[in-house]
C-alpha cells in the first residue's frame, strides 16, 4: 500500500515540477485578469446601475471560471499524447493499477491549478480594501469549496479528453462546451436571479458543474443568503467528481488497451 501511494504522488509530482517552469507567467496572468475584472465591473459598471459591490461577486466568479479555462488547454495536451508519441503509457507500465495512475493525473492537474488560483481572494481583497466584505467569510467552507472545485475541473478535463477522437476535433471544446459552461455558470449571476425567472430554467442550470461551483465559492465567502445551500453545492459537485472520473478513466482505458 505504501508503494502504490508513493508511486501515486510521484505522478502528481511530475505534474506540478513540469508547471513550476510556467508558475510565474500564469501569476502575471492572473493579476492581469483580476485587475481587469475589478476595473470594470467596480469602477466602470456601476455608471450603467450596477451596484459598486459586483465587482467582489464577479472576482469570486473568476475562480472556477480560470481553473475551468486552465483544465482545457490539459485535455488538449492529453489528447495531442494519446493519439502521437503516448507519453502516458509509460505512467500504464508503472506497478500501480492503471484507474489509479490516471486519475493521479488529474489530481495533478487540480494541484497545478490549485497554485495559483489560491492567490485571487487574496489579491483580490488588497485590490478593493473596503469595497470587499470579508465579514463572512468562512476559510474552512472555501478551502473544502476551492478544493472540490479543482478536483472536479480535474477530472473534467481528463473526461473531455477521453470524448475527443483526434486534434481534428479539439477546435469543438470552447464553442460547444467552454461557452456555454461559462456564460451559463454563473460568473455574472447567482443561480437564485436564474430560477426566480424561470424554475425549469433554474432546475436545468443544475446540471452545470460551473454554476455549483460558483454558488459554493460565494456563499463560503458573502455568506449563505442569496446563494444554494453550502453542502448541497459541495456535494453535487462531488456527484460530478464521481461522474467525470469515472468515465473518464473508463473511456481512457479503453482508447489505450489498459488491462
Known amino acids: 500500500m505504501k508503494d502504490l501511494i508513493y508511486i501515486f504522488w510521484q505522478i502528481i509530482f511530475r505534474e506540478i515540477v513540469g508547471f513550476k517552469k510556467v508558475l510565474a507567467s500564469k501569476i502575471i496572468d492572473l493579476l492581469i485578469m483580476i485587475f481587469t475584472n475589478v476595473l470594470v465591473f467596480t469602477y466602470l459598471m456601476p455608471y450603467f446601475g450596477l451596484k459598486s459591490n459586483y465587482g467582489a461577486f464577479i ?9 475551468l479555462f486552465e483544465a482545457i488547454p490539459r485535455t488538449t495536451t492529453l489528447v495531442m499524447d494519446m493519439t502521437g508519441n503516448r507519453k502516458i503509457s509509460y505512467i500504464l507500465t508503472l506497478p500501480i493499477p492503471s484507474s489509479m495512475s490516471i486519475a ?12 495559483y488560483t489560491i492567490f485571487i481572494l487574496p489579491v483580490a481583497k488588497i485590490i478593493l480594501f473596503n469595497k470587499f466584505d470579508l465579514s463572512n467569510l468562512s476559510i474552512f467552507k472555501f478551502l473544502i469549496s476551492f ?13 473531455l479528453a477521453s470524448l475527443i477522437k483526434d486534434m481534428r476535433y479539439i477546435t469543438w471544446i470552447w464553442a460547444r462546451i467552454v461557452n456555454p459552461l461559462f456564460m451559463l455558470g454563473g460568473f455574472f449571476y447567482n443561480w437564485q436571479a436564474v430560477y426566480s425567472i424561470s ?6 442550470n443544475l446540471f452545470n458543474p460551473l454554476i455549483l461551483a460558483s454558488e459554493a465559492i460565494r456563499a ?23 461522474i467525470f472520473s469515472t468515465l473518464g478513466i473508463m473511456k481512457i482505458k479503453k482508447r489505450l488497451d489498459c488491462v
Not at 472576482?59 to 481553473?67: E, N
Not at 472545485?149 to 477530472?155: D, P, T
Open 59 to 67: 472576482v469570486l466568479g473568476l475562480i472556477p471560471a480560470i481553473s
Open 147 to 159: 478544493i472540490s472545485i479543482q478536483i472536479m475541473l480535474g477530472f473534467f478535463a481528463l473526461f
Open 199 to 204: 424554475h425549469v430554467a433554474g432546475i436545468i
Open 104 to 115: 493521479a493525473i488529474s489530481f495533478g492537474w487540480a494541484c497545478c491549478s490549485f497554485l
Open 220 to 242: 463560503s465567502v458573502l455568506g449563505q443568503s442569496g446563494y444554494l445551500p453550502f453542502w448541497i453545492s459541495v456535494l453535487s459537485l462531488w456527484f460530478f467528481i464521481f
